[in-house]
């Protein structure tokens, strides 16, 4: 494999800071190739590359989070696209489980809907070629509603996707690659618009920070203006790229899931970052073979009920980026 050449080829670190900084990147740069080889039906840019998903890996995701979505609803069957939507612009200000960071997070009542939802995504992700080179996957994946109309409050928020931002900052692991899946609503106004900061910021970039403004002097240089969202394409961001969410209406909203995802082979470029411990988020991840069980082989249960949650909500608490709380439990012995 490719890998104990990059190993071989990386600097040492008695090298200048500047010359530090170029190696991470041509590296980082190497390890996202090797994933985009055996992942992407399109890699246009390079901290970003897609997969077009098969049609009936797409729908069985639809039909899964469409159910999940219908539970948080108190629907008592899956709900139509149409349905739903209308559903939950009427809604939003009254579903106690959605966040101001656009989390919907799975509360007891919704446990069943949200393994077959998280077995679904995990099942479209494993058919993508490159199971030998995944470490760790975020569990469980986030589904996300994005309205057309927020409040100020909500875009202050330190962590508001609206903010240009590398996850890093709010302490994904600088090694990690983020991933999208639109699934519903208005992908065209109200959309994700991606790019890169110069090569030389990105290694002394890659730490935490206690609100994503205080990355607003790291410069989007390179805009991935033509990277359009499309319902049934995943995705993959480099943790070094710059990302923010792009209002253009004020009607409607955008549905769709996001996980964080680890690879092998590249410990040396994991030494050269210093810990992200300290961000707003635990780790999320776990390893890629427990991952893959959930929903098969284990259920994540949730064991706080949705009454629990609006009666445990602080005031000024901080606003959870990721679904946290949740326990395993084997389904056979």
């Known amino acids: 494999m490719m890998t104990e050449k990059l190993l071989a080829e990386l600097p040492p670190y008695t090298q200048s800071d500047d010359e530090r900084a170029i190696a991470f990147s041509q590296l980082g740069d190497k390890l996202f190739n090797e994933l985009a080889e055996r992942m992407a039906t399109q890699h246009q840019y390079r901290l970003l590359f897609e997969h077009t998903l098969q049609p009936e890996l797409f729908q069985q995701i639809k039909v899964a989070a469409a159910g999940y979505i219908s539970a948080c609803l108190n629907s008592p069957i899956i709900l139509s696209e149409a349905e739903m939507l209308e ?21 007891k009542e919704h446990t069943l809907a949200f393994n077959v ?68 609503g208005d992908i065209d106004h109200i959309t994700i618009e991606a790019g890169e900061m110069p090569r030389e910021m990105e290694l002394s970039a890659m730490r935490v920070m206690s609100d994503f403004a205080e990355g607003q002097d790291v410069p989007m240089v390179v805009s991935y203006t033509d990277a359009k969202l499309r319902h049934g394409t995943m995705y993959f961001n480099d943790a070094r790229g710059l990302h923010q969410t792009v209002r253009r209406k004020t009607e409607g909203l955008r549905i769709s899931v996001d996980f964080r995802f680890r690879r092998k082979f590249n410990a040396a470029y994991r030494a050269m970052v210093a810990s992200t ?22 259920l994540i249960v949730f064991d706080e009920t949705v009454e629990q949650f609006k009666q445990n909500q602080r005031p ?18």
């Open 87 to 107: 559903r939950l612009l009427e809604a939003r200000n009254n579903l106690p489980n959605y966040t101001g960071t656009g989390l919907l997070m799975p509360k």
């Open 117 to 184: 939802f998280q077995k679904s995504v995990a099942e479209a992700f494993y058919q993508l070629g490159a199971n030998d080179l995944i470490d760790a996957v975020d569990l469980p994946v986030n589904l996300r509603m994005v309205y057309g109309k927020t409040s100020p409050e909500k875009m202050a928020l330190p962590f508001a996707s609206s903010k240009c931002h590398s996850d890093v900052w709010a302490g994904v692991h600088a090694d990690a690659t983020v991933v999208v899946l639109p699934l519903f």
């Open 277 to 298: 411990v300290g961000g707003v988020e635990a780790d999320m991840s776990v390893p890629y073979e427990e991952w893959l069980k959930v929903g098969k082989e284990t």
């Open 316 to 333: 000024n608490a901080p606003v959870p980026l990721y679904t946290r709380g949740y326990r395993l439990v084997k389904m056979f012995d």
